[in-house]
């Protein structure tokens, strides 16, 4: 005898499925400008978020439409790499903290200045 599927487990495996076959119905030509450093993705950021800002004041026709949807993967490109340099930010600055904790001055000026060449590229 077969045991159903709870209706809870059952609707969360649907979306699940549905969520993927849209992901990979989803187009996927344009590649955007690259983003292979932290300078460039922040470079590529700033511009690209302006050319956003300009297209949302006008009308949103179909080829302003188009234009959202390219510059959108350059974006997401610079977003990714961000996120990435971000999160080895972050365990810098820990290594900072952990060092003024335990008194290793050394470790403090060499990862503290490592910190902030990588912070000062996101904020000057």
């Given at each position: 005898?077969?045991?159903?599927?709870?209706?809870?487990?059952?609707?969360?495996?649907?979306?699940?499925?549905?969520?993927?076959?849209?992901?990979?119905?989803?187009?996927?030509?344009?590649?955007?400008?690259?983003?292979?450093?932290?300078?460039?993705?922040?470079?590529?950021?700033?511009?690209?978020?302006?050319?956003?800002?300009?297209?949302?004041t006008?009308?949103?026709?179909?080829?302003?439409?188009?234009?959202?949807h390219?510059?959108?993967?350059?974006?997401?490109?610079?977003?990714?790499?961000?996120?990435?340099?971000?999160?080895?930010?972050?365990?810098?600055?820990?290594?900072?903290?952990?060092?003024?904790?335990?008194?290793?001055?050394?470790?403090?000026?060499?990862?503290?200045?490592?910190?902030?060449?990588?912070?000062?590229?996101?904020?000057?």
């Amino acid at each position: 005898m077969m045991k159903s599927l709870p209706l809870s487990l059952f609707s969360a495996l649907s979306l699940l499925l549905a969520a993927h076959v849209q992901a990979d119905a989803r187009p996927d030509h344009y590649k955007g400008e690259p983003a292979e450093t932290l300078e460039q993705a922040v470079a590529n950021f700033s511009e690209y978020n302006t050319r956003l800002a300009e297209l949302l004041t006008g009308e949103l026709t179909p080829a302003a439409l188009n234009e959202v949807h390219q510059l959108t993967y350059t974006l997401e490109n610079a977003l990714a790499k961000i996120n990435e340099e971000t999160a080895a930010l972050a365990q810098t600055l820990e290594e900072v903290h952990v060092a003024s904790e335990s008194n290793q001055p050394l470790v403090v000026k060499d990862r503290g200045e490592a910190y902030l060449a990588v912070s000062r590229t996101l904020v000057p």
